[in-house]
């Protein structure tokens, strides 16, 4: 079992729509994740940081982690088209290493 | 543009030919990490330096595959004896101080036929 698991999608919604992506993790040593997004053809790109302790908000953008049931979530209010890529979760690194580890990400279509 | 480039952005290349890559990170960057990512997934991690140093490899890195990174700035990738299995967007990304805050290239995109 991979230590960040993400449904691949794609998921499609209408413009204006709430959007929830989800990851679920294995490891319960982890106190924040990740969430990166990434277009088409790009590479990814740091969106936020989630923490275990309360929610994360930065604009459209919402980020909480559910210890209780190991689910990391990222919520995108009044989503537009822009919002269109593949969203990643990673877990930060542990154990002597020094490199998080990717989900294999969810795609997102917004279409108007 | 994150300030990470990747030359080349395309290589089609025939199954046993070598090839090379480049990255150069953001300037003050001292960490420089390659990835590799196949369609559906996420980024797979190949190898990690500190400067110059390489302190980290995938144990899936095949002996067919190193990276150099001589003077602490730009690091090069290469692939020998390359396989249809090592199709693929090969991605490079630096950081300062953070591994979690990692600026991505674009990749480059590489096609064994």
């Known amino acids: 079992q991979k230590e960040v698991e993400q449904d691949p999608g794609p998921l499609s919604v209408p413009e204006g729509a709430i959007v929830s992506l989800n990851c679920t993790y294995s490891n319960s040593a982890f106190q924040y994740f990740m969430w990166y997004r990434q277009y088409s053809r790009k590479g990814p790109e740091l969106l936020m940081y989630?923490?275990?302790?309360g929610n994360k908000e930065d604009g459209r953008f919402t980020a909480q982690v559910d210890k209780s049931s190991k689910y990391i979530s990222l919520f995108i209010r009044d989503s537009q088209p822009s919002d269109s890529a593949t969203y990643l979760c990673?877990?930060?690194?542990?154990?002597?290493?020094?490199?998080?580890?990717f989900g294999r990400g969810t795609s997102l279509i917004v279409h108007p | 543009d994150t300030g990470v480039s990747q030359n080349p952005r395309h290589k089609i290349t025939k199954r046993g030919q070598n090839v090379t890559f480049r990255c150069d990170p953001i300037?003050?960057?001292?960490?420089l990490y390659w990835y590799r990512q196949t369609l559906g997934q996420g980024p797979e991690f190949l190898t990690y330096?500190?400067?110059?140093?390489?302190?980290?490899k995938s144990r899936l890195l095949s002996d067919r595959f190193s990276a150099e990174r001589p003077k602490g700035s730009f690091s090069t990738l290469e692939i020998q004896r390359t396989e249809q299995g090592d199709s693929a967007m090969y991605l490079c990304?630096?950081?300062?101080?953070?591994?979690?805050?990692?600026?991505f290239g674009p990749g480059t995109r590489l096609t064994v036929l």
């Open positions: 300037s003050e960057h001292n960490r």
């Open positions: 989630t923490y275990s302790s």
């Open positions: 990304a630096s950081s300062l101080d953070s591994p979690n805050e990692q600026f």
């Open positions: 330096f500190q400067n110059e140093a390489q302190l980290e």
């Open positions: 990673a877990k930060p690194p542990r154990g002597g290493s020094y490199i998080p580890t």
